[in-house]
């Protein structure tokens, strides 16, 4: 196996499967995944083997990866540790990316998804299943927006900020790097880093 077989996905769980098929359906030619799980070793996901721990990447002679893992700290960790491979960003044909979107090394954007012109997106992020990012968006490094969510123009998240399903965030609004909003939460003012907020209006 050789780095012209394909990518590396690190993340055989739910979150890694999601992460697949949308590498399937973009076409995207996947060499296995890795996964630290023992007990996950050898099984098939989605018709591709799970080949073993991530000290395999290397042996393999693969160069590029994305990782499926959708707990931001966990994302951020891994990626640190494995600073040397070439990280692979994609979009699913389902979802609507401008063509004037920036979308950072890692990042992946699943079926559903919109993603509106001039948004900049950081590395290893996730704008999960039908998530709206509108114009002029800002989100940082290893963010993650849950399935459902819902960001007005000018929204800003900081690094490793965290939204979870369905939750809302009004234009130009900033939420902190680390932050966690709630499921179903409408945020209507800045939130700080490390925050955090549920409710509606969110507190």
């Not at 499926?68 to 640190?80: F, K, M, P, Q």
């Not at 929204?155 to 979870?164: I, R, Y």
């Amino acid at each position: 196996m050789s780095s012209d077989t394909g990518i590396a996905l690190i993340g055989a769980g739910g979150h890694g499967k999601v992460v697949l098929s949308t590498l399937q359906v973009a076409e995207i030619p996947v060499a296995g995944l890795f996964d630290r799980d023992r007990e996950l070793w050898g099984r098939t996901v989605l018709g591709v083997e799970v080949v073993g721990s991530t000290e395999e990447i290397d042996r393999l002679g693969i160069a590029r990866a994305v990782v499926g893992i959708g707990d931001n700290r966990s994302r951020a960790n891994l990626v640190e540790e494995l600073s040397g491979l070439d990280w692979q960003a994609a979009a699913h044909p389902a979802a609507f990316v401008h063509r004037s979107v920036e979308l950072g090394a890692g990042s992946v954007v699943f079926a559903g998804a919109v993603v509106q012109p001039d948004t900049r997106i950081g590395t290893h992020a996730i704008v999960n299943t039908s998530a709206s990012v509108d114009h002029d968006g800002r989100l940082g490094d290893f963010v993650h927006v849950a399935p459902g969510c819902h960001l007005a123009g000018g929204v800003t998240l900081e690094t490793g900020a965290f939204l979870g399903v369905g939750c809302s965030v009004l234009p130009g609004l900033t939420i902190g790097a680390w932050a966690v909003v709630g499921a179903g939460a409408a945020v209507i003012r800045d939130v700080a880093p490390g925050a955090i907020v549920k409710g509606v209006p969110a507190r």
